[in-house]
Structure formats: C-alpha cells, structure tokens
C-alpha cells in the first residue's frame, strides 16, 4: 500500500499544537517501520534533522495568512497530483481540518481519501463578521470533505457519534490515540502514604478547569502537593493568584513547559494524575495514557464523553459535583492508591503507537481493497 499523508496544518517549529506534533510524529515513525507499505508525507515547517533528512518528507510550509495558504493550496493541489501519479498512490490520508488540497487532488486524480477526526472543531470565532464568515467556510469545506472520504478515522466514539449525528452516511471507524510505551514506563512505584503529589501534564486552557481543581484540593485535608507542567506564563500567573485566593499557593508547584523526555520522570514522581476537562469532552486525551503507562492511577472530571478511558484500570472518573463531594472522592482514592501495573499491561497491549498505527493501516487497507 502507497501513502500519500498531508498534514501541512502541523507546524513542528512552533511551541504550540504539542498533542497533534506528537501524534503526526508517531504516525510516520510506525508507518515507516511497517514493511507492507511506503508513505510520503507532507507537513508545515520542521526543525532541522527533525526527520533524519527523510527524503519522503515533504515540507509546504505554514503560514496564518488565509490568502497566502489559499494560493498554496491551489499550487500543492497540482504539484501533488502529479507525484500522485507518478508514484501510484492508493490512498490520501489527512486530517480533519480546513485545508481543501487533500479533496482536490482526490478528485483530480481518483485516489480514494481517508480523514482523520481528532475532535470536534470549536467555533473559530464569534466576535466578528469575518471571523463567523471564515468559520462557515471552515466548516463547508470540513463536511465537503467528509462526505467525499472513503472512511473518516475518530479518536474516540463520542467524535465518531457526532459526526454521524451531522450525517448518517459518513462512513467511519475509531481508532484512539497511544503512547510511546518505551518512553512512558514504571521507573517509581507510588507513596502508599502522605504526602502525595498530584500532577497534572497539559495545556491551562481555561477549559482544562485547573482553576476548579485548586478549589476542590483546597478543601482536602491531606498533606498535598499539586505539580502543574505546561502553559503559558500568562496563564501561571492567573492560576498562582486563584491558589493565593484559595491559599494553596505553598502546595503547588508550577513547572512550566518541559520537552517531552522529561515528562515521564515528571509522572513518575507523582502518585496521582488528574485529568480534568470540560463537563462535555469529546476526543481521545494523549496524556490519559501517558499517565497509565507510567503506572499511576487517574482521576478523570467530566459528565460526557471520554468513554473509552472509563473502564480501563485505574481510572476515576467523577463528575462536576460540587466541590464537596469531589474532594471526598478525591480523599477515597487516595487513601487506596497502588502503582497501576493493570493499567500500564492494557496500554502496552493496546494502546502503544504501534498498535494504533496497525489499527488506522488496517482501516487505510480496507479502503484500498
């Protein structure tokens, strides 16, 4: 099987987008390494030597600009095509987004194209004319796109439900995301006594509730220490003055943005991860199984979506009660914690990058049959 994988949409020179940096980079690494097929893939912009010179790696470019990326849609459009036909590509393989290129070679060139839904794409924008108009084009082209795919690939069955909730037609599958289980491993068993650190490794979106996480471990009467990793200083700040507010601040530690090697030991020194998101959370979080990798169990806090972490080992999820009640739930796990070696034995069997590769080029095979 021939690959043709476009992801111009993912800028490895930038601080940001660090979930889907991650996921595009294990994508390639396990596409490569698998002998039944050959890939090309196109991305934005990448460090040097980011991928060892690959000569199948193709770099577009990123821009912000709607118009410069329009004109460099129209341009990859026929310069792709035309490796397209030269190469023999059996499938397209792309994401979710607004990039238009991908469906316009598909089309010029009758390869058969598979998408990849990561989530539910928010509103781009609700305080402006231009920001509601590019948001409607955004979407037009989205479901355009998912209407012409040979099978959209989700992340999670709650995505996967609300694509068919747009159309019933689409033709779909989940595959969720995995971890790097090498990286990710027991280095540390958990403290079966106080104190205990809790850690939480992500974006501080306000979405992400940290906020509501420092008030609810504010109210637990046990030796605690929070470590936050990650975001931006700005949003440090707003969270150090809720922990003064709350006067928590001696109990959290902020770590601030780490490399991705480091977040292991960072896990590995905590007894406990929190996983709080927004009440509805439609996708398939990276971290969840980086922590069950690790061996520590997971408090999780939404009411819908999610549902392919519930029942795997380890994992507590509450709902947004009040902060009451959601502290003594917290308290009872603590009080019962182990090291998750359950956890980490169904994460390695199912959910390493490897076995979720084999899962999306089993899908990408069935559409070339």
Same mark, same amino acid.
């Given at each position: ?161 609300? !694509? !068919? ?160 009640? !959601? ?43």
């Amino acid at each position: 099987m021939n690959i043709l994988g476009y992801f111009p949409g993912i800028d490895f020179s930038s601080n940001e987008q660090f979930g889907r940096k991650i996921h595009l980079r294990e994508f390639i690494s396990n596409v490569k390494s698998n002998e039944q097929v050959t890939a090309t893939f196109v991305i934005g912009n990448a460090p040097s030597n980011l991928f060892n010179d690959d000569l199948n790696i193709l770099e577009m470019g990123h821009t912000n600009s709607i118009l410069r990326q329009t004109a460099s849609e129209f341009y990859q459009t026929l310069y792709l095509s035309n490796v397209i036909r030269q190469n023999s590509i059996d499938l397209i393989y792309t994401r979710d987004s607004p990039y238009f290129a991908p469906l316009l070679m598909s089309v010029l060139t009758k390869t058969p194209l598979v998408v990849e839904a990561n989530g539910v794409p928010e509103n781009e924008g609700y305080n402006s004319v231009v920001s509601t108009a590019k948001n409607d084009v955004f979407h037009t082209i989205r479901a355009v796109k998912r209407r012409h795919a040979k099978k959209i690939i989700a992340v999670s069955k709650s995505v996967e439900e609300s !694509l !068919l909730s747009e159309n019933a037609n689409y033709r779909t599958a989940t595959v969720p995301n995995g971890v790097d289980v090498n990286k990710f491993d027991i280095s540390t068993p958990v403290s079966l006594s106080e104190p205990y650190t809790l850690c939480y490794v992500g974006g501080l979106q306000e979405w992400q509730n940290i906020e509501k996480m420092i008030r609810v471990l504010s109210l637990i009467e046990k030796d605690i220490e929070f470590v936050i990793v990650g975001g931006t200083e700005e949003r440090q700040a707003a969270l150090k003055e809720t922990a003064e507010t709350e006067g928590t601040e001696d109990s959290i530690t902020f770590v601030g943005r780490v490399s991705h090697d480091k977040v292991p030991e960072l896990i590995n020194e905590s007894d406990v991860c929190l996983g709080p998101f927004a009440q509805a959370r439609r996708a398939s979080p990276l971290k969840i199984y980086e922590y069950l990798a690790c061996g520590r169990e997971v408090i999780v806090v939404n009411d819908e979506g999610l549902e392919e972490i519930y029942d795997l080992p380890g994992v507590h999820r509450f709902q947004y009660e009040s902060n009451d009640l !959601l502290a003594s739930n917290i308290t009872d796990t603590l009080n019962e914690i182990s090291t998750n070696r359950e956890g980490r034995n169904v994460v390695v069997d199912k959910h390493s990058w490897e076995a979720i590769t084999d899962r999306i080029l089993q899908e990408c095979q069935k559409v070339v049959k």
